[in-house]
């Protein structure tokens, strides 16, 4: 791995994956996905559904993943509710829970900091649009902390994109957005391993912040990343010694 200062004191953008980079929601989403099963029936163990799901959607390349995903588990399971109405109870949980989930410790002092030195902002998320307005109107822990809306330059979710992360198009779009010729001076921060590889497909390089949700991949993550940092005080500290240089 090169030297991560030199790489910090040159940047014009700095782009953000949300679930489990900025927001600890991925144990969340998982809570979700369990219970989801259970609703419709079945009585797997958490890790076989977990794995299940993760192999399904990884399989799955184009359209709505969860969609896609819920339909599986309607056919699979021979369940009296269509693919659809399992998305829409999905869907009307994670409205409720996604009220109440928080910024990973320091991020959000991690925003400001970027801000304040005027470098760009932009979000990369898989999450939908409806997600993140409920981050941003009705996550009281969010948007009194750092409203995401006030500090990032752009926003593109799930809904904006045809093709799903490890594709680079969400990356490709956000460069193309802000006209980033030279991508030296621009730095993804990214926590898994189909985050990690959009971006190195985009040709950008990464900063892991370390997710404990993705250690099943740790060692690929590793091996892909240009930077690895634990939490987020570790990365402030590291941009306001290369400013200094």
Do not use: W
């Not at 198009?169 to 621009?186: A, H, R, W």
Request: with cysteine; charged share 35%.
């Amino acid at each position: 791995m090169r030297n991560l200062k030199n790489k910090l004191s040159n940047l014009d953008l700095v782009i953000f994956d949300l679930d489990g980079t900025l927001i600890d929601s991925n144990g969340t989403h998982n809570n979700l996905d369990i219970e989801l099963v259970h609703f419709i029936g079945e009585n797997k163990s958490p890790e076989e559904i977990l794995h299940e799901r993760d192999e399904v959607i990884k399989n799955n390349k184009t359209g709505d993943i969860y969609l896609n995903y819920c339909n599986y588990l309607s056919t699979k399971y021979n369940s009296n509710l269509s693919g659809e109405e399992i998305l829409q109870y999905r869907r009307d949980l994670l409205k409720k829970t996604s009220k109440d989930i928080k910024y990973k410790p320091d991020a959000d002092k991690m925003i400001k900091y970027l801000k304040s030195k005027n470098i760009k902002l932009a979000l990369a998320t898989v999450s939908r649009k409806g997600t993140i307005d409920i981050y941003i109107n009705e996550n009281e822990n969010i948007k009194n902390k750092c409203n995401i809306k006030d500090y990032f330059d752009l926003i593109l979710t799930k809904d904006d994109v045809t093709l799903k992360k490890p594709n680079p198009e969400v990356y490709n779009k956000i460069i193309e957005k802000f006209q980033i010729k030279d991508l030296s001076k621009c730095i993804v921060i990214e926590d898994s391993l189909t985050g990690v590889l959009a971006a190195k497909n985009a040709k950008l390089d990464v900063i892991v912040m370390y997710d404990k949700y993705s250690d099943k991949d740790r060692d690929r993550i590793n091996e892909l990343a240009d930077y690895t940092v634990s939490n987020f005080k570790e990365l402030i500290d590291l941009f306001e010694e290369a400013r200094k240089t």
